[in-house]
């Protein structure tokens, strides 16, 4: 049974990304900065795979309001960074939000997943 809104936030912390940012486990991060993180997937599925996390514990697209709008802008900004950094922004590289059980989300703290280092079909599975 999905959790509602505020429960979620409540127990937003014990998420696995919660205690990443929290630093309580290890990350391999490639960026960081106040409002989020930026580390790699522990199961890629691309030669590069990054996973940028805002470190308000959004639980997914949903749980936003306008105001918060422009903390979800800076995630696509450091999506780019991302990769710039690992070296494919030039040839092309996917940014992927999954948005809710149907969609494939596992862990109810919003991320983009940033892919790179291969082509990419369309659409996806
Ligand atoms: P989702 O399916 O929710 O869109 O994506 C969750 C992603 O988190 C998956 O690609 C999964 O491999 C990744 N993931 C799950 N647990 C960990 C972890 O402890 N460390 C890292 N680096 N990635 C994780």
């Known amino acids: 049974m999905r959790m509602g809104r505020v429960e979620a936030r409540v127990s937003q912390g014990e998420t696995i990304f919660g205690k990443i940012i929290r630093g309580e486990i290890p990350s391999d991060k490639v960026y960081e900065d106040d409002l989020a993180v930026a580390f790699r997937d522990i199961h890629p599925v691309a030669p590069s795979h990054v ?5 308000h ?3 997914s697209l949903l749980d936003s309001s ?6 979800l802008g800076h995630l696509l900004w450091v999506a780019a960074e991302v990769a710039r950094r690992e070296g494919y922004a030039e040839d092309g590289f996917r940014v992927v939000i999954n948005n809710g059980e149907s969609a494939g989300q596992e862990v109810e703290h ?3 997943h940033v ?11």
């Not at 306008?66 to 903390?71: D, K, L, Q, R, S």
Request: aromatic fraction near 10%; glycine fraction near 14%.
């Open 115 to 125: 892919l790179g280092g291969r082509r990419f079909g369309w659409p996806p599975g």
């Open 66 to 71: 306008p105001a918060e709008a422009a903390v």
């Open 51 to 55: 996973l940028v996390v805002p470190k």
């Open 57 to 59: 514990p959004f639980v």
């Open 110 to 112: 919003l991320h983009l």
